[in-house]
């Protein structure tokens, strides 16, 4: 089954660039059938939808975040990427990826998240 | 675009059931019927429970079911179990092909 793998610094400086991959075995990044997310949640807050990339690098993104984040796919690694610039506090959370249906907009599955934290 | 307004705290006891509301506008959960709901257990992962409405992903129990009416989607859960007891969250597809979640329900088995 298709199991997805979250990594990167789990410790960023205020205004410098966060930056997650997100590896996907048992499954292609290539499928046309899905798209590939983030999602970050805050300590003790809710889920928060950042965006999702597509096999042929179509993406969207929350329009909050629009002129920080970029995600990217990699169908050569299958991976997928995140980066988030100018980074402050408020950008702590866990980072989850998931793949999202293109059918019926479900996330499924999900990766087991990873902390990151912004202090300097 | 918003939240969906989901209540913060919900509580039933074993063998209960209870509901779980998500309230959108006619751009997301009126409009369209790619409503989810979510299971998040402390420190793991969501597990996806419900997509489109109604409909469980295989191995999700049958004491899940989902509906929607107008711009309020629910999660009922029946037969109420101690292993229930978790955070669950509902997204759904918006007008601006964008995905949004509610704030979240934490479910208490007494």
């Known amino acids: 089954q298709v199991q997805l793998q979250e990594s990167g610094p789990g410790l960023v400086k205020p205004s410098e660039t966060l930056s997650l991959t997100c590896t996907v075995s048992g499954g292609s990044v290539s499928s046309g059938s899905y798209y590939w997310s983030w999602i970050r949640q805050p300590p003790g807050t809710g889920l928060q939808f950042i965006g999702y990339?597509?096999?042929?690098?179509?993406?969207n993104y929350k329009p909050s975040l629009t002129s920080r984040v970029t995600i990217s796919v990699d169908t050569s690694k299958n991976q997928f990427s995140l980066k988030l610039s100018s980074v402050t506090a408020a950008d702590t959370a866990v980072y989850f990826c998931?793949?999202?249906?293109?059918?019926?907009?479900?996330?499924?599955?999900w990766g087991q998240g990873t902390l990151v934290t912004v202090s300097s | 675009q918003s939240a969906l307004t989901q209540p913060a705290s919900v509580s039933g006891s074993p063998g209960q059931s209870i509901s779980i509301s998500c309230t959108g506008t006619?751009?997301?959960?009126?409009?369209?019927?790619?409503v989810s709901w979510y299971q998040q257990h402390p420190g793991k992962a969501p597990k996806l429970m419900i997509y489109?409405?109604?409909n469980r992903p295989s191995g999700v129990s049958n004491r899940f079911s989902g509906s929607k009416s107008g711009n309020t989607a629910s999660l009922t859960i029946s037969g109420l179990q101690a292993e229930d007891e978790a955070d669950y969250y509902c997204s759904s597809y918006t007008s601006s092909t964008l995905l949004v979640f509610g704030g979240g329900t934490k479910l208490t088995v007494l």
């Open positions: 990339v597509y096999y042929s690098g179509g993406t």
């Open positions: 489109k409405v109604t």
């Open positions: 006619r751009s997301d959960i009126g409009d369209y019927n790619y």
């Open positions: 998931a793949r999202v249906g293109f059918n019926d907009y479900g996330f499924d599955p």
